[in-house]
């Protein structure tokens, strides 16, 4: 069993295994999160709210996908869309 969490600059994948832990720690790519981001939140009424949840999704999608422009366009990028909170509402400006 295995649980994978991501961090603005490093992934971490804990591996369970029989009462024993291993973790690897992978350094992230060098994604673009923070211009594509900034664009994505520029017409936002809460822009550091948006930014923020924004960078978090990027880096929790491999790719680095964030949807173009600053509205809609949810399909372009399906990690990033799919993401919801525990109130089941989208969780990625």
């Known amino acids: ?3 994978f969490l991501s961090f603005p600059n490093y992934n971490f ?3 369970f295994d029989n009462f024993q832990l ?3 720690v992978v350094e992230a790519e060098g ?3 923070e211009s ?3 664009f994505r939140c520029s017409k936002s009424w809460k822009p550091k709210m948006c930014h923020k ?3 978090s999704c990027c880096q929790r999608c491999n790719d ?3 949807p173009p422009g600053p509205t809609a366009n949810r399909d372009v990028c399906p990690c990033y869309a799919q993401m919801k909170t525990h109130g089941n509402r989208y969780k990625c400006p």
């Open 31 to 33: 994604q673009d999160c």
């Open 64 to 66: 680095g996908c964030v």
């Open 36 to 38: 594509k981001c900034a």
């Open 13 to 15: 994948l804990f591996l």
């Open 53 to 55: 949840t924004c960078n």
């Open 1 to 3: 069993m295995f649980c």
């Open 22 to 24: 291993g973790v690897l």
